[in-house]
């Protein structure tokens, strides 16, 4: 068996945001011009490992007072102990003054959530204001007007604000707020994930560039992680028991991660047309893939699932929306979830040489 797992999962996003601290994230496609609403790849992996439903490292957030008394924030560390699935999958980075830096790299190589061709997703300005409607219960309300004199804003007291607006014959009934507008993501999007099976359960021991701090080792060792060696040098390998623990929990996180928005209005189930999974990069890239017509007044794009490649692809019954002659099945989720596991289960993690 090759030592990689590629996935290519196409899902269809609905008037969304995968990201909201400034808005819907966005690149400039360099052949169209068109700005692409995209998903990280850290955001993926972050959705990924929380999708696991094992218990998370504890992560020490460090703040330091400066002499004025003004609190700032520094680097995040995390305990860089494998023995936490998070940590094992996610990988980590500590670098403190006078101790040696420890690092390891997540056996997950993940791509951002982007639209599977430019013409087939992308961005759209959000046209609907934020509500503010308090008609029913006018008196449980509190409302306050401000006015700007010598550049500095004042309130107006209740008397003088009545008085205004019976002079001006105005009124301050429900609003709508939507001062700069917002975007959001609509279309059909694709993500890769590759998976390292040579790491995915080792840890290197290599003491020049060390992936352990000489305790956390030693706590390996006695849970039973054994010695052993992958075309890196020697390392560290989890469990048998473990493994078998974390395989399904792992497939299934895979095929069945959400982005979750903290804003309501801008939930979309993100549901997932088809997945292609091979030990080949190429062979999902040509599986899933838009193609470009240039047949018509102007140029279009169509989602295409190819079946000839040498890929094991799964079809869901919600492809039919999007791909003409597209038939799927219930349970092809089930099924890709169950190969997945397969693929992980079969690889020889003791005897990689």
């Given at each position: 068996?090759?030592?990689?797992?590629?996935?290519?999962?196409?899902?269809?996003?609905?008037?969304?945001?995968?990201?909201?601290?400034?808005?819907?994230?966005?690149?400039?496609?360099?052949?169209?011009?068109?700005?692409?609403?995209?998903?990280?790849?850290?955001?993926?992996?972050?959705?990924?490992?929380?999708?696991?439903?094992?218990?998370?490292?504890?992560?020490?957030?460090?703040?330091?007072?400066?002499?004025?008394?003004?609190?700032?924030?520094?680097?995040?560390?995390?305990?860089?102990?494998?023995?936490?699935?998070?940590?094992?999958?996610?990988?980590?980075?500590?670098?403190?003054?006078d101790s040696f830096t420890v690092k390891r790299?997540?056996?997950?190589?993940?791509?951002?959530?982007?639209?599977?061709?430019?013409?087939?997703?992308?961005?759209?300005?959000?046209?609907?204001?934020?509500?503010?409607?308090?008609?029913?219960?006018?008196?449980?309300?509190?409302?306050?007007?401000?006015?700007?004199?010598?550049?500095?804003?004042?309130?107006?007291?209740?008397?003088?604000?009545?008085?205004?607006?019976?002079?001006?014959?105005?009124?301050?009934?429900?609003?709508?707020?939507?001062?700069?507008?917002?975007?959001?993501?609509?279309?059909?999007?694709?993500?890769?994930?590759?998976?390292?099976?040579?790491?995915?359960?080792?840890?290197?021991?290599?003491?020049?560039?060390?992936?352990?701090?000489?305790?956390?080792?030693?706590?390996?060792?006695?849970?039973?992680?054994?010695?052993?060696?992958?075309?890196?040098?020697?390392?560290?390998?989890?469990?048998?028991?473990?493994?078998?623990?974390?395989?399904?929990?792992?497939a299934s996180a895979l095929i069945n991660w959400?982005?979750?928005?903290?804003?309501?209005?801008?939930?979309?189930?993100?549901?997932?047309?088809?997945?292609?999974?091979?030990?080949?990069?190429?062979?999902?890239?040509?599986?899933?893939?838009?193609?470009?017509?240039?047949?018509?007044?102007?140029?279009?794009?169509?989602?295409?699932?190819?079946?000839?490649?040498?890929?094991?692809?799964?079809?869901?019954?919600?492809?039919?929306?999007?791909?003409?002659?597209?038939?799927?099945?219930?349970?092809?989720?089930?099924?890709?979830?169950?190969?997945?596991?397969?693929?992980?289960?079969?690889?020889?993690?003791?005897?990689?040489?």
């Open positions: 068996m090759k030592p990689f797992i590629y996935l290519r999962g196409l899902r269809n996003a609905e008037h969304t945001v995968f990201g909201v601290n400034d808005g819907q994230k966005f690149y400039t496609d360099p052949q169209t011009g068109r700005k692409m609403a995209y998903s990280s790849g850290q955001q993926v992996k972050r959705s990924i490992i929380e999708a696991l439903e094992l218990p998370f490292a504890a992560i020490t957030f460090n703040w330091e007072i400066d002499k004025k008394g003004v609190a700032g924030m520094l680097e995040p560390h995390s305990p860089c102990n494998p023995a936490f699935t998070d940590q094992l999958l996610g990988g980590y980075m500590k670098a403190e003054k790299r997540s056996p997950l190589s993940i791509s951002a959530m982007r639209p599977l061709h430019p013409l087939l997703g992308g961005l759209e300005r959000e046209t609907e204001p934020v509500v503010f409607d308090r008609s029913a219960r006018p008196n449980d309300h509190i409302v306050k007007v401000y006015e700007i004199k010598d550049s500095k804003r004042s309130e107006i007291p209740q008397e003088a604000l009545e008085e205004w607006l019976t002079t001006n014959k105005r009124n301050l009934g429900p609003k709508y707020f939507n001062k700069n507008g917002m975007t959001r993501a609509s279309g059909l999007f694709s993500y890769d994930i590759a998976i390292d099976l040579r790491t995915l359960f080792c840890v290197s021991t290599n003491k020049l560039e060390p992936e352990l701090f000489p305790e956390i080792e030693e706590k390996l060792r006695e849970q039973g992680w054994v010695e052993g060696k992958n075309i890196f040098g020697r390392c560290l390998i989890c469990p048998k028991e473990k493994r078998d623990e974390i395989i399904p929990k792992l959400r982005i979750t928005s903290n804003q309501a209005r801008t939930f979309s189930l993100m549901e997932t047309v088809a997945l292609a999974i091979s030990d080949n990069a190429n062979q999902i890239a040509y599986a899933i893939r838009g193609e470009l017509r240039d047949d018509r007044e102007r140029p279009t794009a169509v989602p295409k699932i190819d079946e000839t490649t040498k890929a094991d692809i799964f079809v869901t019954p919600i492809a039919s929306s999007f791909i003409a002659g597209s038939v799927g099945s219930a349970d092809a989720l089930e099924k890709a979830e169950e190969h997945l596991i397969k693929l992980l289960s079969d690889f020889d993690y003791e005897n990689q040489i």
